[in-house]
C-alpha cells in the first residue's frame, strides 16, 4: 500500500541552526512533491513545489531535495528562528489533482 | 493578498443533521477541493471539483457527502446525516490548475462538532 511518513517525534532545535526535516514514502512515483505549513487550528501554507527531474529547490531559507530512486525528500530550514516552529507537512499528488499527506513534523525552535 | 474564506468557522450539530460548510475560492482559480483533519490526524482529500463536476473522490467521500458550486463564488459541502465521526476541521482549498503544477490555497478550515 502507498505511504507517506515523517518523523512523528517533535524535532526541537535551538535558534541560528538548520532544521532538517524527512519525507519518505513508498509505492508512488509522484511526479510532484510540495511542503506545506501547518500552525495550530489553521490550514495548511504552501511553501515548495519541487518536480521529479528537479534534485534542489530554494526559496529564501527554505531548501527541498527530492531523490526518487531513495523515495525521499529532504526540507531544509537555515538560520531557524522561533517563528519557524510549526508543523511541516509532505504532500504527495497522487492519482491525478488530489493531495496525500504525510503526519506531519513538528518544529520547535527555541530562543 | 487573495484568500480563500470559509464559514462558519466553527458549527456545532446533532448526530444524523445535515449540514452545509461554505467557502468562497480564490476567484481566478478553476479548481477547487475539501479536506477533512480529525484532530491530531493528518490532513486527509476528500473531494476535488473541476467545471461543475467531480473530478476525483475519495473512499471517505460515501454518498452522505456532496459538493456543489451554485453561483460564480461559492463552493459547498454538504454532509446528509452526520455521524459522531464526521467530527473534524474541514479545509476547501483551492488552485489554478491541476497534476501538481500549482500549489493549493487552503482556507482557514471549519471545525464541525457532531455530538
Known amino acids: 500500500s502507498q505511504k507517506i511518513e515523517q518523523n512523528s517525534e517533535a524535532l526541537n532545535i535551538q535558534e541560528g541552526k538548520t532544521a532538517t526535516l524527512t519525507c519518505n514514502y513508498t509505492?508512488?512515483?509522484?511526479?510532484?512533491l510540495q511542503w506545506y505549513r501547518q500552525d495550530p487550528g489553521r490550514g495548511p501554507v504552501f511553501l515548495l513545489l519541487i518536480r521529479e527531474n528537479e534534485k534542489e529547490k530554494r526559496k529564501e531559507r527554505l531548501k527541498v531535495t527530492f531523490d526518487t530512486t531513495l523515495k525521499q525528500s529532504l526540507f531544509h530550514i537555515t538560520a531557524s528562528q522561533p517563528a519557524d516552529s510549526a508543523t511541516y507537512l509532505c504532500?504527495?499528488?497522487?492519482?491525478?489533482?488530489?493531495?496525500?499527506f504525510g503526519g506531519g513534523t513538528r518544529l520547535m525552535v527555541k530562543p | 493578498e487573495p484568500e480563500v474564506t470559509q464559514t462558519p468557522s466553527h458549527q456545532v450539530t446533532q448526530m444524523g443533521q445535515e449540514v452545509i460548510l461554505r467557502c468562497v475560492p480564490i476567484?481566478?482559480?478553476?479548481?477547487f477541493y475539501w479536506y477533512r483533519q480529525i484532530l491530531g490526524q493528518k490532513v486527509e482529500f476528500l473531494v476535488s471539483f473541476y467545471n461543475n463536476e467531480i473530478s476525483e473522490k475519495s473512499e471517505i467521500f460515501d454518498d452522505q457527502f456532496s459538493v456543489e458550486r451554485p453561483d460564480g463564488s461559492n463552493f459547498t459541502l454538504k454532509i446528509r446525516s452526520t455521524k459522531l465521526e464526521d467530527s473534524a476541521m474541514y479545509f476547501c482549498?483551492?488552485?489554478?490548475?491541476?497534476?501538481?503544477?500549482?500549489?493549493?490555497?487552503f482556507g482557514p478550515g471549519t471545525r464541525l462538532t457532531v455530538t
Open positions: 476567484s481566478n482559480h478553476l479548481y
Open positions: 509505492n508512488y512515483s509522484p511526479a510532484y
Open positions: 482549498a483551492s488552485s489554478e490548475t491541476t497534476g501538481g503544477t500549482y500549489e493549493q490555497y
Open positions: 504532500a504527495l499528488e497522487n492519482a491525478g489533482n488530489m493531495l496525500t
